[in-house]
Nanobody, 115 residues
């Protein structure tokens, strides 16, 4: 099965930037869509950004024009560049990968934006 490991979370001030990374290990062949989801305290997990194997991207309305998702297939890694961060972006961010064998999740990384 695919294993995902996130990094890059942390504490940042409002209007700051962070870059999240998610590396995939084991059974990486045929991974199709990669994504970043997030769950704020007391709320359901929601999609932040997604990128297909062909490079098509879609974003949640709340992060559009501030976040950018990209992937390096040679490194089996997906990135989320987050700019102009707001306190409401505070959440645990989860990396996701879809493959014919299923959908896989990382353990999550905390992002905290202070006002």
């Amino acid at each position: 099965h695919v294993q995902l490991v996130e990094s890059g979370g942390g504490l940042v001030q409002s209007r700051g930037s962070l870059r999240l990374c998610c590396a995939a290990f084991r059974s990486c062949a045929s991974i199709s869509t990669r994504g970043w989801f997030r769950r704020a305290s007391g709320k359901q997990r929601e999609l932040a950004a997604r990128i297909t194997s062909g490079g098509s991207r879609n974003y949640a309305y709340s992060v559009k024009d501030r976040f950018n998702i990209s992937r390096d297939n040679a490194k089996n890694t997906v990135y989320l560049q987050m700019n102009s961060l707001k306190p409401e972006d505070t959440a645990v961010y989860y990396c996701n990968a879809d493959r014919y064998s299923g959908s896989y999740w990382g353990p999550g990384t905390q992002v905290t934006v202070s006002s």
